[in-house]
Protein backbone atom coordinates (compact mmCIF):
# COMPACT_ATOMS: atom_id res chain seq x y z
CA UNK A 1 0.00 0.00 0.00
CA UNK A 2 1.24 3.66 -0.84
CA UNK A 3 1.63 5.72 1.85
CA UNK A 4 2.46 9.74 1.87
CA UNK A 5 4.90 10.96 4.51
CA UNK A 6 2.25 13.22 5.48
CA UNK A 7 0.68 10.32 7.67
CA UNK A 8 3.17 10.76 10.02
CA UNK A 9 2.06 12.19 12.95
CA UNK A 10 3.77 15.68 13.38
CA UNK A 11 4.51 17.16 16.61
CA UNK A 12 3.49 20.91 18.38
CA UNK A 13 1.83 23.55 15.97
CA UNK A 14 2.17 20.99 12.91
CA UNK A 15 0.05 18.58 14.52
CA UNK A 16 -2.97 20.93 15.89
CA UNK A 17 -3.23 21.90 11.94
CA UNK A 18 -2.51 18.35 10.77
CA UNK A 19 -5.50 17.06 12.94
CA UNK A 20 -7.64 19.66 12.30
CA UNK A 21 -7.08 19.36 8.82
CA UNK A 22 -7.74 15.53 8.97
CA UNK A 23 -11.20 15.50 10.88
CA UNK A 24 -12.24 18.36 8.96
CA UNK A 25 -11.64 16.78 5.37
CA UNK A 26 -13.14 13.27 6.36
CA UNK A 27 -16.47 14.69 8.20
CA UNK A 28 -18.47 13.75 5.89
CA UNK A 29 -17.63 10.30 5.87
CA UNK A 30 -16.06 9.85 9.61
CA UNK A 31 -19.86 8.25 10.98
CA UNK A 32 -20.17 5.61 8.56
CA UNK A 33 -16.13 4.51 8.82
CA UNK A 34 -16.27 4.59 12.87
CA UNK A 35 -19.07 2.44 12.42
CA UNK A 36 -18.33 -0.32 9.76
CA UNK A 37 -14.02 -0.28 10.94
CA UNK A 38 -14.67 -0.89 14.10
CA UNK A 39 -17.95 -3.48 13.41
CA UNK A 40 -20.18 -1.26 15.21
CA UNK A 41 -18.28 -2.18 18.62
CA UNK A 42 -17.50 2.06 19.14
CA UNK A 43 -21.27 2.31 20.37
CA UNK A 44 -20.47 -0.35 23.17
CA UNK A 45 -17.26 1.55 24.30
CA UNK A 46 -19.30 4.48 24.65
CA UNK A 47 -21.44 2.92 26.81
CA UNK A 48 -19.38 1.59 28.78
CA UNK A 49 -16.82 4.72 29.42
CA UNK A 50 -19.92 7.13 30.20
CA UNK A 51 -20.73 4.50 32.60
CA UNK A 52 -18.10 5.41 34.70
CA UNK A 53 -18.62 9.03 34.40
CA UNK A 54 -21.00 8.82 37.93
CA UNK A 55 -22.97 11.38 35.75
CA UNK A 56 -25.91 9.88 38.31
CA UNK A 57 -24.65 11.62 40.74
CA UNK A 58 -25.23 14.89 39.38
CA UNK A 59 -28.08 14.01 36.76
CA UNK A 60 -29.03 18.11 36.06
CA UNK A 61 -25.59 18.57 35.88
CA UNK A 62 -23.20 20.33 33.01
CA UNK A 63 -21.11 18.00 31.18
CA UNK A 64 -18.20 18.31 28.77
CA UNK A 65 -17.04 16.02 25.79
CA UNK A 66 -14.20 17.41 24.51
CA UNK A 67 -13.11 16.42 20.88
CA UNK A 68 -16.67 15.57 20.48
CA UNK A 69 -16.47 15.10 16.55
CA UNK A 70 -20.05 14.50 15.28
CA UNK A 71 -21.29 14.01 19.01
CA UNK A 72 -21.62 10.16 19.41
CA UNK A 73 -20.29 10.42 23.06
CA UNK A 74 -21.87 13.59 23.93
CA UNK A 75 -25.26 12.07 23.01
CA UNK A 76 -24.82 8.66 24.34
CA UNK A 77 -24.79 10.71 27.66
CA UNK A 78 -27.84 12.93 26.73
CA UNK A 79 -30.02 10.12 25.98
CA UNK A 80 -29.99 8.69 29.10
CA UNK A 81 -33.75 8.60 30.32
CA UNK A 82 -32.73 9.83 33.53
CA UNK A 83 -30.49 12.46 32.57
CA UNK A 84 -31.47 16.26 32.62
CA UNK A 85 -28.64 18.20 32.60
CA UNK A 86 -26.73 19.20 29.45
CA UNK A 87 -23.65 18.06 27.14
CA UNK A 88 -21.38 20.79 26.05
CA UNK A 89 -19.71 19.34 23.31
CA UNK A 90 -16.68 21.32 22.20
CA UNK A 91 -14.20 20.46 18.69
CA UNK A 92 -12.17 21.95 17.08
CA UNK A 93 -12.79 21.05 13.85
CA UNK A 94 -15.76 22.94 12.42
CA UNK A 95 -16.94 20.49 9.49
CA UNK A 96 -17.37 17.81 12.09
CA UNK A 97 -19.41 19.57 14.00
CA UNK A 98 -21.74 20.85 11.17
CA UNK A 99 -22.13 16.96 9.90
CA UNK A 100 -22.94 15.91 13.27
CA UNK A 101 -25.60 18.48 13.88
CA UNK A 102 -28.47 16.99 12.62
CA UNK A 103 -28.12 14.07 14.92
CA UNK A 104 -28.76 16.08 18.14
CA UNK A 105 -32.63 16.71 17.89
CA UNK A 106 -33.90 17.50 21.18
CA UNK A 107 -31.15 16.15 22.65
CA UNK A 108 -29.54 18.37 25.29
CA UNK A 109 -26.31 18.80 23.34
CA UNK A 110 -24.26 22.05 22.46
CA UNK A 111 -21.81 22.39 20.39
CA UNK A 112 -18.77 24.60 21.11
CA UNK A 113 -16.13 24.90 18.59
CA UNK A 114 -13.13 25.33 21.00
CA UNK A 115 -9.01 24.16 21.02
CA UNK A 116 -9.07 21.12 24.51
CA UNK A 117 -5.45 22.43 24.79
CA UNK A 118 -7.01 25.87 25.85
CA UNK A 119 -10.72 25.36 26.58
CA UNK A 120 -12.53 28.31 26.08
CA UNK A 121 -14.66 27.57 29.58
CA UNK A 122 -14.34 29.07 33.47
CA UNK A 123 -12.73 26.87 35.91
CA UNK A 124 -14.33 24.66 38.12
CA UNK A 125 -17.11 24.66 35.57
CA UNK A 126 -18.36 21.11 34.77
CA UNK A 127 -19.78 18.10 36.62
CA UNK A 128 -17.67 15.84 34.62
CA UNK A 129 -15.65 15.29 31.55
CA UNK A 130 -15.43 12.82 28.93
CA UNK A 131 -13.71 12.57 25.63
CA UNK A 132 -13.52 9.66 23.28
CA UNK A 133 -10.81 9.13 20.66
CA UNK A 134 -9.62 12.77 20.91
CA UNK A 135 -6.80 12.38 23.51
CA UNK A 136 -4.34 10.59 21.10
CA UNK A 137 -4.52 13.64 18.75
CA UNK A 138 -3.45 16.35 20.98
CA UNK A 139 0.08 17.62 20.34
CA UNK A 140 0.36 18.17 24.14
CA UNK A 141 -1.16 15.29 26.25
CA UNK A 142 -0.44 17.16 29.86
CA UNK A 143 -0.99 20.33 28.98
CA UNK A 144 -4.72 18.65 27.88
CA UNK A 145 -5.27 16.89 30.42
CA UNK A 146 -4.44 19.80 33.02
CA UNK A 147 -6.78 21.57 30.98
CA UNK A 148 -9.64 18.85 31.46
CA UNK A 149 -8.79 19.15 35.27
CA UNK A 150 -8.60 23.08 35.33
CA UNK A 151 -12.71 23.20 34.03
CA UNK A 152 -13.66 20.17 36.29
CA UNK A 153 -15.38 20.70 39.11
CA UNK A 154 -13.50 19.67 42.62
CA UNK A 155 -13.70 15.91 43.06
CA UNK A 156 -15.75 15.65 39.44
CA UNK A 157 -14.59 12.69 37.06
CA UNK A 158 -12.62 13.09 33.75
CA UNK A 159 -13.26 9.55 31.81
CA UNK A 160 -11.08 9.07 28.32
CA UNK A 161 -11.65 6.35 25.81
CA UNK A 162 -8.81 5.65 23.57
CA UNK A 163 -7.56 2.95 21.37
CA UNK A 164 -4.84 1.03 22.45
CA UNK A 165 -2.53 -2.28 21.83
CA UNK A 166 -4.02 -5.01 22.91
CA UNK A 167 -1.40 -7.46 25.36
CA UNK A 168 -2.43 -10.57 23.99
CA UNK A 169 0.65 -11.77 21.61
CA UNK A 170 -2.02 -13.63 19.45
CA UNK A 171 -5.06 -11.00 19.57
CA UNK A 172 -2.36 -7.95 19.05
CA UNK A 173 -0.69 -9.77 15.77
CA UNK A 174 -4.25 -10.36 14.20
CA UNK A 175 -5.02 -6.43 15.55
CA UNK A 176 -2.15 -5.21 14.14
CA UNK A 177 -2.24 -6.53 10.72
CA UNK A 178 -5.97 -4.98 10.40
CA UNK A 179 -5.01 -1.88 11.64
CA UNK A 180 -1.54 -1.28 9.79
CA UNK A 181 -3.15 -3.30 6.35
CA UNK A 182 -6.93 -3.21 6.10
CA UNK A 183 -8.09 -0.73 7.74
CA UNK A 184 -5.76 1.99 6.24
CA UNK A 185 -7.27 0.31 2.83
CA UNK A 186 -11.33 0.60 3.46
CA UNK A 187 -10.45 3.99 4.81
CA UNK A 188 -9.02 5.29 2.03
CA UNK A 189 -11.62 4.04 -0.30
CA UNK A 190 -14.34 5.04 1.65
CA UNK A 191 -13.14 8.57 2.98
CA UNK A 192 -11.40 9.32 -0.30
CA UNK A 193 -8.51 10.83 2.00
CA UNK A 194 -5.38 9.56 0.85
CA UNK A 195 -3.35 9.29 4.60
CA UNK A 196 -5.99 10.44 7.05
CA UNK A 197 -6.53 6.18 8.28
CA UNK A 198 -2.90 5.35 8.03
CA UNK A 199 -2.30 8.36 10.99
CA UNK A 200 -4.89 6.72 12.62
CA UNK A 201 -2.68 3.29 13.43
CA UNK A 202 0.40 5.45 13.25
CA UNK A 203 -0.94 7.51 15.94
CA UNK A 204 -2.14 4.79 18.15
CA UNK A 205 1.13 3.18 17.84
CA UNK A 206 2.88 6.08 19.37
CA UNK A 207 0.36 6.49 22.23
CA UNK A 208 1.82 5.59 25.63
CA UNK A 209 0.13 2.46 26.98
CA UNK A 210 -2.49 1.91 29.72
CA UNK A 211 -0.09 1.91 32.36
CA UNK A 212 1.91 4.93 31.48
CA UNK A 213 -1.47 7.19 30.47
CA UNK A 214 -2.79 6.40 33.92
CA UNK A 215 0.48 7.65 35.47
CA UNK A 216 0.15 10.58 33.55
CA UNK A 217 -3.20 11.22 35.06
CA UNK A 218 -1.66 11.23 38.03
CA UNK A 219 0.98 13.46 37.38
CA UNK A 220 -1.32 16.47 36.25
CA UNK A 221 -3.00 15.71 39.73
CA UNK A 222 -6.34 13.66 38.71
CA UNK A 223 -6.83 11.43 42.09
CA UNK A 224 -8.44 7.77 42.16
CA UNK A 225 -7.42 7.02 38.49
CA UNK A 226 -8.57 3.82 37.03
CA UNK A 227 -8.35 2.10 34.05
CA UNK A 228 -9.68 -0.82 32.56
CA UNK A 229 -8.64 -2.68 28.92
CA UNK A 230 -12.38 -3.16 26.70
CA UNK A 231 -12.42 -6.14 23.58
CA UNK A 232 -9.54 -7.59 24.42
CA UNK A 233 -7.38 -4.34 25.12
CA UNK A 234 -8.17 -2.62 21.78
CA UNK A 235 -9.23 0.52 23.44
CA UNK A 236 -9.16 1.36 27.35
CA UNK A 237 -11.05 3.59 29.56
CA UNK A 238 -9.34 5.64 32.10
CA UNK A 239 -11.18 7.97 34.62
CA UNK A 240 -9.92 10.24 37.17
CA UNK A 241 -11.12 12.68 39.88
CA UNK A 242 -10.27 16.47 39.72
C1 LIG B 1 -11.49 10.46 16.33
S1 LIG B 1 -12.48 11.89 16.52
C2 LIG B 1 -13.49 11.46 17.89
C3 LIG B 1 -14.85 12.09 17.86
C4 LIG B 1 -15.81 11.61 18.94
N1 LIG B 1 -15.34 11.94 20.27
C5 LIG B 1 -16.11 10.14 18.83
O1 LIG B 1 -16.07 9.46 19.87
O2 LIG B 1 -16.41 9.68 17.73
C6 LIG B 1 -11.33 13.01 17.25
C7 LIG B 1 -11.88 14.41 17.34
O3 LIG B 1 -11.01 15.17 18.17
C8 LIG B 1 -10.92 16.47 17.66
N2 LIG B 1 -9.71 17.10 18.17
C9 LIG B 1 -8.44 16.65 18.08
N3 LIG B 1 -7.59 17.51 18.67
C10 LIG B 1 -8.34 18.52 19.16
C11 LIG B 1 -8.04 19.69 19.89
N4 LIG B 1 -6.78 20.03 20.20
N5 LIG B 1 -9.06 20.50 20.25
C12 LIG B 1 -10.34 20.19 19.91
N6 LIG B 1 -10.69 19.09 19.21
C13 LIG B 1 -9.70 18.26 18.84
C14 LIG B 1 -10.93 16.27 16.15
O4 LIG B 1 -11.28 17.44 15.45
C15 LIG B 1 -11.94 15.14 16.01
O5 LIG B 1 -13.24 15.62 15.77
Not at 201 to 207: D, Q, W
Amino acid sequence: MQETPDAAPKVGVEREKQVQQIFSEIAPRYDLLNHVLSLNIDRAWRRRAVKELRWESAPAGTFLDACAGTYDLALELASKKAFGGAVIASDFAHPMLVTGAPKIGGAAVRPVCGDSLGLPFEADTFDGATVGFGVRNLSDLERGLAEFRRVLKPGRRLVVLEFTTPPNTIVRAGYLFYFHNILPLIGRIVSGHPWAYTYLPKSVGEFPGPSEFGTLFESVGFTDVGWKLVSGGIAAIHWGAA
